[in-house]
Structures are given as structure tokens and as C-alpha cells.
């Protein structure tokens, strides 16, 4: 997946409130953000195989330390303690931080083929194979963002211009990318591949921008 995992960030604002947008986009896609690095060290693996399904071309060899159920849990109890240590929530906060990104795997299991694992070291790999079906895809995934922006939307209200142009654009920007890679062609390599997951950052930090522009509904 990719914008219904920010669809997750986006709707856990109702949950945790007081933890800012860039947090929880940070804390949705934390797997995607560690990936790109280990394969980039040589740590884990991705090969480009056109019609490895109908979705992706991208065909995930290797991903325990980023991906597995294993990593994403004690990775979602790390930022939740950092969140924690930082900002001295609790519990909404940190539990909601943890649980996102723990989130992560269950969306990936859910439109993966069976290539998630479930532990850093075992041969076990699930995945129900949405993204075997366009279309399915397209209606879950665009669901779960659109319930998702509604919630923050529903949540949170513009404190100036940019709080509300600025959230537009970002959510037209999310939808553009997301349908110019799943109908554009193939990537050229892995390593291609990586370097451009790195801009996921440039992401959490249009969320933190965006936030601090924005202020919590009362009643």
C-alpha cells in the first residue's frame, strides 16, 4: 500500500489528538522509511519483475529487519517510547504511535502476495494478494485514505490559508504520485527504487508543516 497507510496517519488524529500529523505519517510509513536504507546497504533485497503481480512490478525478495511482524512491533515500541520521552503523553500518544506503525505490516499483509514475514530469521511469509487486482486495489486503498483525510478534516480546522491549501495540496499531491506509480512504467532498478523511497520523507515533514497550521475542532 501506500496512500491508505497515510490514510491511517491521517485518521489516528482522532485518536491522538495532541500528536501532530508529521508523527503519525512518520509512524505509518516507518517500515518504507527504514527499507530504502537496507537495501541500499545490502541488508535486505528487492528485485524489479514485471508482472510479479498486477499492481508492482517490485518484487520484495528480503525484508525482515524493515517489514516483518517481529521488526514492526519492536519498532512501533521504540517511537512510541521515544514519542514518549519526548513529549511526556500518556497513553493516548504513544500507544497510538506504536500501534500505526505496527499498522504498517497488517496493510502490506492484506495487498502483498505471501511475501510478508512474520520474524527476522523464519521461512513464513503471508500476504492475501490484493494487489493481484487494479481495481481492488484502487477501491481499498483509496477508501482507507479517503476515510482518513475525513477524519483529520473532521478533527482538526485550517488556522490560516495555508492549513487549508496547504493540506489540498498535499492530499492531491499523495493521490497524483500514487496513481502515476501504479500505471508508469517499471523502475530501472532497485537501487533506483530506493533513493526515490527516500523522498518519504520530504512527506512526514509536509505533515509536521502542515499541522502546526491547523488547530483542533472544540464540541
Known amino acids: 500500500m501506500f496512500i ?10 482522532r485518536v491522538a489528538p495532541a500528536v501532530s500529523l508529521g508523527t503519525l505519517f512518520l509512524a505509518s510509513q ?26 508492482t512490478p517490485l518484487d520484495f525478495v528480503s525484508y525482515p529487519y524493515s517489514h516483518s ?5 519492536l519498532w ?24 500505526v506503525v505496527l499498522s504498517h505490516w497488517a496493510l502490506d499483509a492484506l495487498s502483498h502476495r505471501p511475501d510478508m514475514p512474520l520474524t527476522l530469521g523464519g521461512t513464513t511469509r ?12 484502487l477501491i481499498v486503498e483509496i477508501s482507507f485514505f479517503a476515510v482518513g483525510v475525513a477524519v483529520y478534516c473532521g478533527v482538526t480546522k485550517p488556522r490560516d490559508r495555508i492549513g487549508s491549501l496547504g493540506l489540498w495540496l498535499l492530499i492531491a499531491f499523495l493521490f497524483v504520485v500514487y ?12 537501487t533506483a527504487v530506493a533513493w526515490a523511497a527516500q523522498s518519504m520523507w520530504l512527506l512526514v515533514l509536509w505533515g509536521y508543516w502542515i499541522d502546526r497550521h491547523r488547530q483542533l475542532r472544540r464540541g
Open 126 to 137: 503471508v500476504g492475501l494478494g490484493l494487489w493481484n487486482s487494479v481495481p481492488g486495489t
Open 76 to 99: 512501533g515500541v521504540v517511537l512510541g517510547a521515544l514519542f514518549w520521552t519526548v513529549k511526556r503523553q500518556w497513553p493516548a500518544g504513544p500507544i497510538t504511535v506504536a500501534v
Open 30 to 55: 516507518l517500515a518504507d522509511l527504514i527499507w530504502p536504507n537496507l537495501v541500499l546497504l545490502g541488508i535486505e533485497r528487492v528485485e524489479i519483475r514485471p508482472g510479479a503481480t498486477a499492481v
Open 179 to 190: 496513481i502515476a506509480n501504479l500505471f508508469g512504467p517499471p523502475p530501472p532498478s532497485s
Open 69 to 73: 511482524l517481529l521488526a514492526l512491533s
Open 4 to 13: 491508505g497507510h497515510f490514510g491511517v496517519g491521517f485518521g489516528a488524529k
